[in-house]
């Protein structure tokens, strides 16, 4: 028991000598700010302290010498926090007088003080544009150090101009229409009827006017998307729209069968169809054709160009099944790869003339006939490559080039027979 008691007095003994040495630290380190001690209350006791500003605050022994960075600021940085606020005031009031001669701002000293309780000057201002408004040195620059625009009022037209200037681009990049203009916002009709409110008074909202911003289009452009990927694997989408990425979708393939396709799951095609079908290949796309009707599903007259192989006949049939009946033009034994061109030139056109789809992205107003055999025509007439090369000709000259068609409205060309017509005569005929 004795020695027992006798190692701990050595062991306080020695701790002793330990906090007398961070005493000694403690003292050394006031010394350095010009601190005058109160009565000193140990490594953990609140000390009272007086800075050369005669600031009175407290501190602890411990806090001072146990830390490199003690309350957060360098050892060269003065400890005081009211010394260290009235350095950062001193400074945002320089900051100000900068800035504000920048933007032409006139600042005139008040005897004000701001409701932070910081000690920042109010100063009465004037910016160039007459606005008249009170400020202070807080908020002068950014957490990135850049200058902000010190009238508010001038920041609020600039960035209102800023976003009626992008929403006047993405109109005039997207064929929009602006409905109805608002002091902080406009609404925006896309091309295809879609009504959006674009709204300019917050950096939400300006980011938000680009030119995706219509989602339906989005959707759109998803499904033209889809309905391209899915003729590489010889597929034909049924479906009207856009419906889900991991949803099926209405879906014929080159063999008749019809099918569910998941836009996710695209890469096995057809589940009937067995693998390694046709050498792993499918039929080419080498028919072009154009046929119109009332359209089954949306009730309106359409007309419709697209693609198919061999002689069209089953997509021409299903066409027919949904109220396309009209055959105006079927064009067979196209080159590789020439029927695509064809459809992608023909639907592009269409485009630039503003025909909107009555649904999908092939389906048009019945009206648009006209322009799809004009479109057609000029693709024919322009492209190099085809034996023999085709041109624009009247359409008695179509009806001696090919066997005539019982039913004047159906004119089925064969490419290495070599005409494609593009005459108002021709449509004159097509039409009766």
């Given amino acids: ?48 302290v007086r800075c050369s500003a005669g600031h009175d605050f407290s501190v602890t022994a411990l806090d001072v010498v146990t830390s490199p960075r003690p309350f957060g600021v360098d050892p060269g940085e003065p400890w005081c926090g009211e010394c260290r606020n009235i350095s950062w005031v001193a400074q945002c009031q320089a900051d100000l007088k900068v800035v504000a ?69 993405v109109v005039r990049e997207t064929r929009s229409a602006i409905v109805k203009k608002y002091v902080n916002g406009a609404d925006v009709r896309c091309r295809r009827g879609h009504l959006h409110t674009f709204s300019v008074d917050s950096w939400d909202g300006r980011q938000a006017i680009r030119p995706d911003f219509c989602g339906d289009c989005g959707k759109m452009a998803k499904f033209q998307s889809f309905s391209e990927s899915a003729k590489d694997l010889g597929i034909t989408i049924l479906e009207s729209k856009w419906i ?68 069209g006949y089953n997509r021409l049939r299903q066409h027919a099944e949904d109220g396309l009946t009209a055959q105006h033009l079927r064009i067979s034994g196209l080159p590789a790869g020439t029927a695509r061109t064809l459809e ?10 503003g025909w909107l789809s009555t649904r999908g992205v092939e389906y048009f107003p019945s009206a648009a006939l006209q ?56 449509r004159v005929e097509l039409t009766r």
């Avoid at 879906?251 to 019809?258: L, N, T």
């Avoid at 992608?344 to 003339?353: A, I, Q, W, Y």
């Avoid at 490559?385 to 004047?408: C, I, Q, T, W």
């Fill in 244 to 311: 889900a990425a991991s949803r099926p979708h209405r879906a014929v393939c080159f063999a008749a069968h019809e099918f569910g396709l998941v836009p996710n799951k695209m890469k096995r095609g057809c589940p009937e169809c067995p693998r390694g079908m046709y050498g792993g290949s499918v039929p080419p796309h080498d028919v072009y054709y154009v046929v119109s009707g009332l359209d089954a599903t949306t009730g309106k007259e359409t007309v419709k160009p697209g693609i198919s192989s061999g002689s």
């Fill in 101 to 169: 001669e920048a933007q032409g701002i006139e600042l005139t000293v008040t005897n004000k003080r701001d409701a932070t309780g910081d000690g920042h000057v109010v100063f009465s201002a004037k910016c160039p544009e007459g606005h008249v408004f009170t400020l202070t040195g807080a908020r002068t620059r950014t957490w990135r150090g850049d200058p902000v625009v010190l009238c508010a009022r001038c920041k609020e037209v600039a960035e209102f101009a800023e976003g009626f200037a992008k929403i006047e681009a």
């Fill in 344 to 353: 992608r030139f023909v639907l592009d056109g269409l485009d630039r003339e």
């Fill in 371 to 426: 322009d799809v055999l004009d479109l057609a025509g000029e693709w024919f007439t322009n492209v190099s490559g085809l034996s023999p090369r085709p041109v624009v000709v009247d359409v008695s000259d179509v009806y001696s080039a090919v066997e005539p068609p019982e039913v004047l409205d159906v004119v089925d060309v064969d490419v290495e027979t070599a005409v494609i017509f593009d005459s108002d005569d021709a």
């Fill in 1 to 48: 028991m004795i020695g027992d008691a006798s190692k701990s007095q050595d062991v306080s003994a020695e701790a002793a000598v330990h906090i007398a040495a961070l005493m000694d630290l403690f003292r050394e380190a006031c010394r350095r700010q010009d601190w005058t001690l109160n009565k000193e209350r140990g490594l953990k006791g609140w000390t009272d």
